[in-house]
């Protein structure tokens, strides 16, 4: 999906233990909240680089980072979690503005009517799709 929304190049980091091939980038998002996941995001930035964590919303091992790395590349780590007001009202006009530039739609991959939220709750659950879709 980051192509059709014109990222410029896409890395995906296997569950092996090595960044090798991967260049140096300027922003990582991290969605896992796996803490060895977490700190291989951090060590793949350029300098200057932020490392955007929303995945850590688990109780889970701490992340190790190596401060010396952070300080001398200064770098970032943002952290984001829920949405406030603004940030809503922020995306939607986005979306409303730009719905003919990037296929948002394509993000939806199952509708439900509203009487069906339970079965679009399992398939969530079970498909993990990026978006499911639920109709009014």
Partial sequence: FARLFQADDVYLVD????????????????????PEVMRRGLEQLAIGGICV?????????AVQIDAEIVV???LQIRGLHNYNY????NAANFIEE???TFPFWSLVEKEF???RTG?????ASHEKPVRTGIIL
């Fill in 86 to 89: 603004d940030d809503l009202l």
């Fill in 15 to 34: 569950g092996g233990d090595s960044n090798a091939g991967i260049p140096k980038v300027d922003i990582v998002f991290d969605l896992t909240g796996d």
């Fill in 72 to 74: 001398r590349n200064i």
């Fill in 113 to 115: 009517a509203l009487e």
């Fill in 98 to 100: 730009n719905h003919e």
């Fill in 53 to 61: 964590w929303m995945g850590a919303v688990f109780p889970a091992p």
């Fill in 119 to 123: 079965d679009a709750f399992e398939f």
